[in-house]
Each structure stands twice: as structure tokens, then as C-alpha cells.
């Protein structure tokens, strides 16, 4: 067990529609990462968040947001859902903002855009 | 364009053989991270280097910076050990870059 906690652990929703993945870090951890695995794209960077701020954003789309709340848990909101949005996201957390820390990952959530 | 290239995509070894993957990569990096997946889909993160080597039990990983390489060792290699093995690297404008993998079955 990472410490790292994702819920929920499947969702199957419709194409158009909303849905709002959870993610609570390790105890202590003040940086979130959130990453998209799919199968025609492997895994892709989304957003890391680092004591409530934005601290870098790689490849995650408009229809895309997150945040980071003041007890350091963090959700990743995914809009106008399309079938390519199918894919399995993880969430990671680590102790520090800054490059080199070892993450810890959840066990991710399985998102089916029906 | 692909950032880091992993090699070999599939490799399948008997028990007890030693055991390599590699890692190529065409960015500036401030650290490289080796991630193993298991089969239920969960990852762990097995190393985190930025130079030298690094050894936990049977596995050892080393990079060297200059020829923007890297590689992951397995030394007598056991089923536990078949998994997907992911090289990330991370750049000093903390975006990550992530291999295809590389699916690793140890037969007994």
C-alpha cells in the first residue's frame, strides 16, 4: 500500500458528460501529480500541484482542470468527456515540489467514456 | 518525437538469467526514474536516479548523464519479477516523459 489513495476505482460515464476523479496523498506529502495511461499513448504527464499551487502542467487538456485544496487533497475534473478520454489515471504524490523526489502512486481510477 | 526510447519492448527470460533494459533519452534532465507496473495495473517506483548507479537487492540501475543513457539490471531473475518496466524522465521544468515500457515475463 503507496499511502496514496484514489477513488472512485472505476467509472463508466457518457461521452459529453462530467466527472470528477479524487486523489489523497501520502501523509506529509505537499505534491500531487496527476497522469493519464492509455493504450494507444502510454503514460502521459497532466498537472502537479505543490502545497495547493500549480507547479508545472505537461499535456492536459482545456477540457481538463485541477486543484489542490488546503488539506493537500486533490481532484482532477474531466468535462465534455470524449470516447479517447477512456483511459486509466493515476494519481502520485511526493514530499517535495522541486525535481527528484521519489513519487508514490495510487492505485489509479479506470475511467470508460461510453 | 519521442523523448525516451526503451529497449526491448517484450523480453522473455528463464528463471535465474540476469536481465537488461535500456533507456535512451534526448532531453536536459534533472533526475530519471525507473517504475515497474504489475499486471493488476498499479506502479511503483523501484529508483530515482540523477547520476552513478543505485542497487536495491536483485535490481541495480545506472545512468550515465553524458551519454544520456540509462539501464536497469535484474540479476537472477524470478517470475515475481514479470512486470512492465516504465523509464521516466523528468526535466528541470518538472515535466516528465515517459517510455512505451518494457513487458518483461520470467518463466520458472
Known amino acids: 500500500d503507496s499511502g496514496v489513495t484514489q477513488t472512485p476505482k472505476h467509472l463508466i460515464t457518457a461521452t459529453g458528460q462530467r466527472v470528477t476523479l479524487r486523489c489523497s496523498p501520502r501523509?506529509?506529502?505537499?505534491?500531487v501529480y496527476w497522469y493519464q495511461q492509455s493504450l494507444d499513448q502510454g503514460l502521459q504527464f497532466l498537472i502537479q500541484?505543490?502545497?495547493?499551487?500549480?507547479?508545472a502542467k505537461g499535456n492536459i487538456l482545456e477540457r481538463f482542470s485541477a486543484q489542490q485544496f488546503p488539506d493537500l487533497h486533490s481532484e482532477l475534473n474531466l468535462s465534455s468527456l470524449e470516447l479517447g478520454d477512456s483511459a486509466l489515471y493515476f494519481c502520485?504524490?511526493?514530499?517535495?515540489?522541486?525535481?527528484?523526489?521519489?513519487?508514490?502512486f495510487g492505485a489509479g481510477t479506470r475511467l470508460s467514456v461510453l | 518525437k519521442n523523448e525516451v526510447e526503451q529497449s526491448p519492448q517484450n523480453l522473455t527470460a528463464q528463471e535465474g538469467e540476469f536481465i537488461t533494459i535500456n533507456c535512451s533519452y534526448s532531453v536536459g534532465i534533472s533526475a530519471l526514474h525507473w517504475l515497474q507496473q504489475h499486471p493488476g495495473g498499479g506502479i511503483v517506483s523501484l529508483f530515482m536516479l540523477s547520476s552513478g548507479k543505485k542497487k536495491h537487492g536483485r535490481l541495480i540501475a545506472t545512468i550515465n548523464i553524458q551519454e544520456k543513457h540509462s539501464s536497469l539490471h535484474i540479476t537472477a531473475s524470478h517470475p515475481r519479477d514479470s512486470a512492465v518496466y516504465i523509464c521516466?524522465?523528468?526535466?528541470?521544468?518538472?515535466?516528465?516523459?515517459f517510455g512505451t515500457g518494457t513487458s518483461l515475463t520470467v518463466i520458472p
Open positions: 500541484y505543490y502545497n495547493g499551487e500549480e507547479r
Open positions: 521516466a524522465v523528468e526535466d528541470t521544468g518538472n515535466q516528465f516523459y
Open positions: 501523509s506529509g506529502d505537499l505534491s
Open positions: 502520485a504524490s511526493s514530499v517535495a515540489g522541486f525535481w527528484g523526489n521519489i513519487q508514490y
